[in-house]
């Protein structure tokens, strides 16, 4: 396992939910529903816009994974995720993990994360667990 891996370290990155993020999340799964597509029906339903679809979010944390780590050697055994508010559309995410636990016999990392806005309110959070391959 990757020695620079211990329990307490922190990892941030920033995310935009921009066009061309909602856009490919769009064209690519065909998720339709009304409150992620129509501004009148979303604030019909008490919102200030479109709700992006939370599953942006796991994309973002496929990316950290994958490309904000010292190592490409790893895989996703499993990841949660809880929504506690709505995101929308040219959002500013700061994504925050923290390593969690560690076993070392089995080479296995896990992160306890969370997503907030730009009013600092968090809008998700989970844990993430990899292992090494």
Do not use: R
Request: hydrophobic content about 40%; charged content about 20%; overall charge neutral.
């Amino acid at each position: 396992m990757n020695a620079q891996f211990n329990i307490g370290n922190k990892y941030n990155h920033t995310f935009t939910v921009n066009e061309n993020v909602y856009l490919g999340f769009l064209n690519t799964f065909k998720d339709n529903n009304p409150l992620h597509t129509n501004v009148e029906y979303a604030k019909n339903k008490g919102f200030q816009g479109k709700v992006m679809h939370g599953n942006i979010l796991n994309g973002f944390i496929s990316y950290f994974i994958g490309e904000c780590l010292s190592t490409k050697d790893v895989i996703i055994h499993s990841q949660t995720i809880e929504f506690s508010k709505p995101v929308f559309l040219n959002d500013v995410l700061n994504f925050h993990a923290e390593i969690d636990e560690l076993f070392e016999s089995v080479k296995v990392v896990k992160f306890k994360y969370y997503f907030c806005n730009s009013e600092n309110k968090k809008v998700a959070k989970g844990t993430i667990q990899i292992g090494f391959i």
